[in-house]
C-alpha cells in the first residue's frame, strides 16, 4: 500500500535455545509471534559458545522482555538471551555505508572512515533531591543534558541526549536505585553521530 513502511527494530539481541535440540521448536515460536507482531525482526545465526539461534530486532527493551516472555509461557522452551545491542553505521573509505548490531561483523578498521552511534532523547521525571545524582548518571553513560524544566514544587524534568547503546543495559536499574524508585524515564530515537568505537575482543586461553 502506498505510504506503508515497515517499522525498524532499535534494540538487537541473539535468542538461543538452552538446549540445541529445541532450535526447530524455537523458530517455529518466533515465528508465530511474528505472525501477529510485525515489529519482531529475525534472522538466523550462530554462536561458537551457543551453537544455532537467532538475530532478534525489538523496538526497545519492554518489547524484548515481553517476546522472551512469551517463549518461556507459550511455547514453554528455556532460552538463553545474549545482552541486547544497537546498529552502528560503518562508513568505509570508498564510500560505501554498512550498518552493524554485531561486533563479529566488525570491518578491518584500515578501511573504516567513520563510526557513527545512533542518539536518543531521554526525559527523566524525579523529585528534585536527585538531581545531583542524576547528573552523575547522565555523565557516567556520556549523556549532555539539553534542558531542565520544573514540573511542580517537588518534581525536575531533565532532557538528555545520550548514545541508545548507553541505555539498553543497566542505566533504567540504575536510575532506580539512585533515586530509590521515584525516578523514571522514556526516550526516543534522535539521530546517528560520530562516534569513537572500537572492537573488544575477548579472548580465554588465546581463543577469541
Request: hydrophobic content about 40%; glycine content about 6%.
Amino acid at each position: 500500500l502506498p505510504g506503508f513502511r515497515n517499522i525498524s527494530p532499535v534494540v538487537f539481541a541473539g535468542i538461543y535455545p538452552m538446549e540445541t535440540t529445541d532450535f526447530l521448536a524455537l523458530r517455529d515460536a518466533l515465528e508465530k509471534l511474528q505472525l501477529n507482531d510485525s515489529a519482531l525482526h529475525l534472522e538466523q545465526e550462530s554462536s561458537m559458545a551457543l551453537g544455532f539461534g537467532f538475530r532478534c530486532g525489538f523496538l526497545g527493551l519492554l518489547h524484548l522482555e515481553i517476546v522472551l516472555e512469551r517463549i518461556l509461557r507459550e511455547f514453554d522452551i528455556d532460552i538463553i538471551s545474549t545482552a541486547p545491542s544497537v546498529i552502528y553505521k560503518f562508513t568505509l573509505s570508498d564510500g560505501t555505508v554498512k550498518e552493524i548490531d554485531n561486533p563479529t561483523h566488525y570491518p578491518d578498521p584500515t578501511f573504516i572512515d567513520k563510526v557513527e552511534e545512533p542518539y536518543v532523547k531521554c526525559h527523566i521525571l524525579a523529585p528534585s533531591e536527585y538531581l545531583g545524582a542524576i547528573m552523575n548518571l547522565g555523565m557516567e553513560k556520556r549523556g549532555t543534558c539539553v534542558k531542565t524544566d520544573t514540573v511542580d514544587a517537588r518534581r525536575l524534568m531533565l532532557t538528555y541526549r545520550i548514545p541508545l547503546n548507553e541505555i539498553i543495559i543497566d542505566f533504567n536499574d540504575k536510575l532506580k536505585s539512585i533515586t530509590k524508585g521515584y525516578g523514571s524515564f522514556d526516550y526516543e530515537f534522535d539521530s546517528y553521530e560520530k562516534s569513537d568505537i572500537v572492537k573488544l575482543e575477548i579472548r580465554v586461553n588465546e581463543e577469541p
